[in-house]
Every structure is written in structure tokens, then in C-alpha cells.
């Protein structure tokens, strides 16, 4: 029996094949587990992991794609977050990639807005502006590694909704407040999709809600002195609203007396100046008038009415400028400023 003995040539061929074959089927087995381990939340040597941690909401169920094992880079899971946007909303994508030849892959970014690529959208987050309320957004994700390109993936595309609107001020004037004057709501109120916007109202009393009192100003008979004012908003465009805004506390100063009198020409007859000056005061109460201590020799007030009366002498003539002081019981004082000429012939 004649056997045929391989060459030398033949017998490295077989083993070199063979060893080829073992060298595969290894890889395909160390492939397997790297992607199984590839599930956990920590990123290894050819894994690209892209995560954006700022989001307003939580994000949706991950989407898995079909691995490409034939030697190229391959997007295995992404979304887009927030789940839910709206056009106040940044934009961003989380997305993880393998390579099996274990290098470092790198993505390219293009983010499309209802069917059409964005020109400055080609990095991992969108900015407010890009986008507006009722339009489809999606990226579409290219992993490269090691000069390889892999398929190009898309995320699932999301539908921007409404943005409430915004309150970027709010206060009271006059601050400090007095009764002298219906306070008024200072608000700087914006909606990001230019809808309408409606406020509500509520003023509040030493911490307390005033009944009634639901409009943008609120009428001095609504408080006294000392009192601490604020005011609640609620901003709406019709299908979102604000939380409730409250702003800071103002308080009311005791308000000073204020004339409703003015002396003129016609006080001075038959020689003799006679004038009823007349205050009155938001807080009520008792006032006390005065002359100023440059006021003519002999003229006389009267406290309690404010009665002015004067006859001049013969010796007195020219300008006189004098003051009628009226002072409230808490000391606040108001002047008013009276100048007299007499002539002599």
C-alpha cells in the first residue's frame, strides 16, 4: 500500500488554515461577550458613549439597533432627550457605539428638522431657536473608527410641544409704598412660541390674600401704614401656565398731609388777608397747622383750622414770603409757600 505524504508547503498551508479559522471563531466569541458586557452603564476601549445629563424630563425607552459585526463601527443604542420638548427645550443626544476592532470611535452629528438637515446642527446638543412648537426633530448619528465609517444611524424623531411662558420680572411700585396712590404690578412677562399671554392677579396683606382685590393695581383703601404688600401671578397663554410668582414685600410709609387750599390775590381785602388753608391726610387724623417763623409781625393761625388772618400796619409794606406748615400726628410735615405784596401810596 502506497501512502501519499503531504509536502512541506501543503503542511503549513492546512495548519495555517486552520489556525485562521480558530483565530475567527475566538473573535466572534470575544465579540459576543464584549457586547453583552456592552449593556452596563460603563464605556470600554472601542465603545463610544455620548450622554447628556441635562434634561428637564426623563428620557424614553432606549433604541436598540441591529450590530454590524463585519468589521466596521456600529450605534448600538441612542435617543433624543428630553422625550418630551419643547421649543424652549436644548436638544441632545445620547447614543453608544462598539467598534470590533476595539478602537476609539468617534461621531459625526446632523440634526434634521421636519425632513430637512439644520445647517449649524452638527454637534450632540440642539439649541432653543433651531426648532419651534409642533415641528419633528431627529439627528442622524456617523461612527467612525480607525479611518473605518460605519452605517449611518437615526434617532427616533421627537415632536416639539408648547413652552409655557415666562415671567422674567415682577415687582410693585411705588416702592416704598404710601397711600397717597394706588400701588401698580411691574411684570416682564415673555412666551418663547409668541402666544398671547393672560396674567392673573391676587394682592396679599401682610401675608394674607385681600379678598377682592384681583386686578393689576391695588387701591390705598385695600391697606394702612405699616402694612406689608405683595402680589401673586399667574401666567397663562391659554394652554400652559406659570407655578404662582409671588413678588417681594413692599411697605406702606406713613403718607404725609397734603393742601387742597391755595392762597391767592383775592384773600387780601379791605386791608386785610384772610385764609382758610385746608390739608387732608390718606390716613385720616388730626392736623396741626403752623406759620413759619419768617411769617409778617401779626399775622395769626389758627392750629386746629388752619384760619390765616392778617391786617398790616401802616408801617408794613412790600413782599412778604412766608410758609403754612401742616404736621400729622406722627410728626410728618407738608409746607405751602405764600408770598404777599403791599403797597403803600
Same mark, same amino acid.
Given at each position: 500500500?502506497?501512502?501519499?505524504?503531504?509536502?512541506?508547503?501543503?503542511?503549513?498551508?492546512?495548519?495555517?488554515?486552520?489556525?485562521?479559522?480558530?483565530?475567527?471563531?475566538?473573535?466572534?466569541?470575544?465579540?459576543?461577550?464584549?457586547?453583552?458586557?456592552?449593556?452596563?452603564?460603563?464605556?470600554?476601549?472601542?465603545?463610544?458613549?455620548?450622554?447628556?445629563?441635562?434634561?428637564?424630563?426623563?428620557?424614553?425607552?432606549?433604541?436598540?439597533?441591529?450590530?454590524?459585526?463585519?468589521?466596521?463601527?456600529? $450605534?448600538?443604542? #441612542?435617543?433624543?432627550?428630553?422625550?418630551?420638548?419643547?421649543?424652549?427645550?436644548?436638544?441632545?443626544?445620547?447614543?453608544?457605539?462598539?467598534?470590533?476592532?476595539?478602537?476609539?470611535?468617534?461621531?459625526?452629528?446632523?440634526?434634521?428638522?421636519?425632513?430637512?438637515?439644520?445647517?449649524?446642527?452638527?454637534?450632540?446638543?440642539?439649541?432653543?431657536?433651531?426648532?419651534?412648537?409642533?415641528?419633528?426633530?431627529?439627528?442622524?448619528?456617523?461612527?467612525?473608527?480607525?479611518?473605518?465609517?460605519?452605517?449611518?444611524?437615526?434617532?427616533?424623531?421627537?415632536?416639539?410641544?408648547?413652552?409655557?411662558?415666562?415671567?422674567?420680572?415682577?415687582? $410693585?411700585?411705588?416702592?416704598?409704598?404710601?397711600?397717597?396712590?394706588?400701588?401698580?404690578? $411691574?411684570?416682564?412677562?415673555?412666551?418663547?412660541?409668541?402666544?398671547?399671554?393672560?396674567?392673573?392677579?391676587?394682592?396679599?396683606?401682610?401675608?394674607?390674600?385681600?379678598? #377682592?382685590?384681583?386686578?393689576?393695581?391695588?387701591?390705598?383703601?385695600?391697606?394702612?401704614?405699616?402694612?406689608?404688600?405683595?402680589?401673586?401671578?399667574?401666567?397663562?397663554?391659554?394652554?400652559?401656565?406659570?407655578?404662582?410668582?409671588?413678588?417681594? *414685600?413692599?411697605?406702606?410709609?406713613?403718607?404725609?398731609?397734603?393742601?387742597?387750599?391755595?392762597?391767592?390775590?383775592?384773600?387780601?381785602?379791605?386791608?386785610?388777608?384772610?385764609?382758610?388753608?385746608?390739608?387732608?391726610?390718606?390716613? #385720616?387724623?388730626?392736623?396741626?397747622?403752623?406759620?413759619? *417763623?419768617?411769617?409778617?409781625?401779626?399775622?395769626?393761625?389758627?392750629?386746629?383750622?388752619?384760619?390765616?388772618?392778617?391786617?398790616?400796619?401802616?408801617?408794613?409794606? #412790600?413782599?412778604?414770603?412766608?410758609?403754612?406748615?401742616?404736621?400729622?400726628?406722627?410728626?410728618?410735615?407738608?409746607?405751602?409757600? $405764600?408770598?404777599?405784596?403791599?403797597?403803600?401810596?
Amino acid at each position: 500500500m502506497t501512502v501519499d505524504q503531504p509536502t512541506g508547503r501543503q503542511d503549513r498551508w492546512g495548519w495555517s488554515s486552520q489556525l485562521i479559522r480558530l483565530g475567527r471563531a475566538l473573535g466572534m466569541i470575544t465579540l459576543a461577550l464584549f457586547l453583552a458586557r456592552c449593556g452596563g452603564s460603563e464605556s470600554t476601549q472601542g465603545e463610544q458613549v455620548v450622554t447628556q445629563p441635562e434634561t428637564s424630563q426623563a428620557a424614553g425607552p432606549s433604541e436598540q439597533a441591529t450590530l454590524d459585526v463585519t468589521g466596521v463601527p456600529t $450605534i448600538f443604542r #441612542g435617543h433624543i432627550i428630553p422625550s418630551l420638548p419643547s421649543s424652549a427645550s436644548t436638544l441632545a443626544i445620547d447614543v453608544r457605539a462598539v467598534d470590533p476592532m476595539g478602537k476609539a470611535v468617534t461621531l459625526e452629528y446632523q440634526w434634521v428638522v421636519d425632513g430637512f438637515p439644520i445647517v449649524d446642527g452638527t454637534g450632540p446638543r440642539l439649541p432653543p431657536g433651531e426648532f419651534e412648537r409642533g415641528q419633528t426633530v431627529s439627528v442622524k448619528v456617523t461612527p467612525i473608527a480607525g479611518g473605518r465609517t460605519g452605517p449611518v444611524w437615526e434617532a427616533s424623531p421627537v415632536e416639539i410641544g408648547n413652552s409655557p411662558p415666562r415671567v422674567r420680572r415682577l415687582g $410693585i411700585q411705588p416702592s416704598p409704598a404710601t397711600r397717597r396712590e394706588p400701588l401698580r404690578v $411691574i411684570a416682564d412677562v415673555a412666551d418663547p412660541d409668541g402666544d398671547e399671554v393672560t396674567l392673573s392677579y391676587q394682592w396679599l396683606r401682610n401675608g394674607t390674600p385681600i379678598p #377682592g382685590a384681583t386686578q393689576p393695581t391695588l387701591d390705598p383703601s385695600h391697606y394702612r401704614r405699616r402694612d406689608l404688600l405683595s402680589v401673586e401671578i399667574v401666567a397663562t397663554d391659554g394652554e400652559d401656565s406659570t407655578p404662582s410668582l409671588r413678588s417681594h *414685600e413692599v411697605d406702606v410709609l406713613p403718607a404725609a398731609p397734603k393742601f387742597v387750599s391755595k392762597a391767592a390775590p383775592t384773600h387780601f381785602k379791605d386791608g386785610r388777608f384772610r385764609y382758610q388753608a385746608r390739608a387732608v391726610h390718606p390716613d #385720616g387724623g388730626t392736623l396741626q397747622y403752623t406759620l413759619s *417763623e419768617d411769617a409778617p409781625q401779626g399775622m395769626r393761625i389758627k392750629a386746629e383750622t388752619g384760619l390765616v388772618e392778617w391786617e398790616p400796619n401802616a408801617s408794613q409794606s #412790600g413782599t412778604f414770603a412766608f410758609q403754612v406748615i401742616v404736621e400729622d400726628p406722627e410728626g410728618s410735615k407738608v409746607a405751602q409757600p $405764600i408770598t404777599l405784596t403791599i403797597g403803600r401810596q
